[in-house]
């Protein structure tokens, strides 16, 4: 069964510190896809990274970070240096290759708040 | 901006009513998704369209029924409106299916009353 877990509910941190957000996932499919998406408070869902499963790297962008391991099932996101402007609900999701066209599996979401 | 639009962002109707969300997808994208979002059940895929044929289908209630037309933009019907219907509801689109990255609409935000 296709499921994604991310334990963190609530994190709230202060600027500048470095946070990271956790997503353990389940798949039967060889083939499956990660992403991460964040939700300000304006609510709209915005697209941050996507990961296939034969690709292991970590990947670097500014600030953010990102740690994918098969071997515990995890696609982790750090956020270096957090802003104020970095508070809002993370998603993590899941796609399976051949399954059902494409479709996006969610966790809860983890709502980060970065005080000043 | 994601280049997916969707219209009404706020709708306000009351129980038993019916309305309709429409989609716009970027430019180019085929593949359009919907998907309903609630503090109880988090965001939980509805339907998905291809190139104007339904393509898979979710938890989605019989009330409720979508359509792609030949323009590729989509529109989701819901009827019979109940109070647990009230949730925010995204489209989504792509260029294919299985594992492209999907670009979202700002949402509707549907209030039953």
């Known amino acids: 069964a296709q499921k994604v877990t991310q334990a963190q509910t609530e994190i709230s941190v202060v600027e500048k510190e470095d946070v990271t957000l956790d997503c353990v996932y389940e798949t039967r499919d060889t083939t499956y896809y990660l992403f991460w998406y964040k939700q300000p408070p304006s609510g709209e869902l915005v697209f941050l990274i996507r990961r296939n499963s034969f690709d292991e790297q970590n990947e670097i962008s500014g600030r953010y970070s990102w740690n994918f391991q098969k071997s515990t099932s995890s696609f982790n996101f750090t956020i270096t240096a957090s802003q104020v402007v970095d508070s809002a609900v993370y998603f993590c999701?899941?796609?399976?290759?051949?399954?059902?066209?494409?479709?996006?599996?969610f966790g809860q979401g983890t709502e980060l708040s970065v005080k000043p | 901006d994601s280049g997916v639009t969707q219209t009404p962002k706020h709708l306000i109707t009351a129980t038993g009513q019916r309305v309709t969300l429409r989609c716009s997808p970027r430019?180019?994208?085929?593949?359009v998704y919907w998907y309903q979002q609630s503090l109880d059940q988090g965001l939980q895929f509805l339907i998905q369209?291809?190139?104007?044929?339904?393509?898979a289908k979710g938890n989605i209630l019989e009330r409720f029924s979508a359509q792609q037309f030949p323009d590729l933009h989509s529109e989701l019907n819901l009827s019979s409106l109940e109070l647990g219907d009230s949730a925010l509801y995204f489209c989504a689109s792509s260029a294919s299916t299985g594992g492209a990255e999907a670009f979202f609409g700002q949402g509707t935000r549907l209030t039953v009353v």
């Open positions: 999701a899941l796609s399976e290759r051949y399954n059902q066209g494409g479709k996006l599996i």
């Open positions: 369209y291809y190139n104007g044929e339904e393509r």
């Open positions: 430019s180019g994208d085929l593949s």
